[in-house]
């Protein structure tokens, strides 16, 4: 459950922001309940006609995806480009840190740790028609731990179809 309340607007023509804050109650593990700060916020600037950029940070809390019975807490934040160099195509590179920190650990012997993600994304899109376009993207991500087993670094390639109706 989550209660926020901000603010957003216009600064100027060409850029917009939004700032969320609030409180969350997570539920999770038999009924245990989390309950911390939560935010939200986000900017984007219409640089020109082509050329576009945005910045926006979270946090929130998931379940842990290494522990049973565990939940984290998720800070995240990421800026970026977009770049249309024709009407159907547009390009976006991106990066973006986010940090997981084990926000309980249920009673069990010490399994708190935390983890830092780099990512480096970059992404084009071509509209093949106006319900149909394809993708094809490359990101790198670097993960750091404060439990060596759970460091590595991730190549990934992705190519697919969007429908829209």
């Known amino acids: 459950y989550t209660l926020m309340a901000g603010l957003g607007s ?6 917009n922001y939004r700032a969320l804050t609030g409180v969350s109650m997570y ?8 309950t911390g700060w939560t935010y939200s916020l986000d900017a984007n600037w219409v640089i020109n006609r082509k ?11 998931q ?9 984290m807490q998720v800070y995240a934040l990421s800026t970026g480009l977009t770049y249309r160099p024709m009407r159907k195509l547009t390009t976006r590179f991106d990066i973006a840190f986010r940090r997981e920190d084990t926000a309980d650990n249920d ?19 071509y ?7 394809i993708y094809s993207g490359l990101e790198y991500e670097e993960q750091l731990s404060d439990q060596s087993d759970m460091e590595f ?13």
């Open 63 to 71: 379940p842990s995806e290494t522990e049973a019975n565990q939940a």
């Open 153 to 165: 670094d991730r190549y990934r390639g992705t190519v697919g179809l969007n429908f829209r109706y």
């Open 107 to 125: 009673g069990a012997a010490d399994t708190s740790f935390s983890e830092d993600l780099y990512s480096i994304r970059a992404r084009a899109d």
């Open 51 to 61: 050329l576009g950029a945005s910045i926006s940070g979270s946090s929130y809390f």
């Open 10 to 15: 216009r600064a100027t023509e060409r850029i």
């Open 27 to 34: 539920d999770y593990s038999s009924g245990d309940q989390l």
């Open 127 to 133: 509209q093949l028609n106006r319900s149909m376009s």
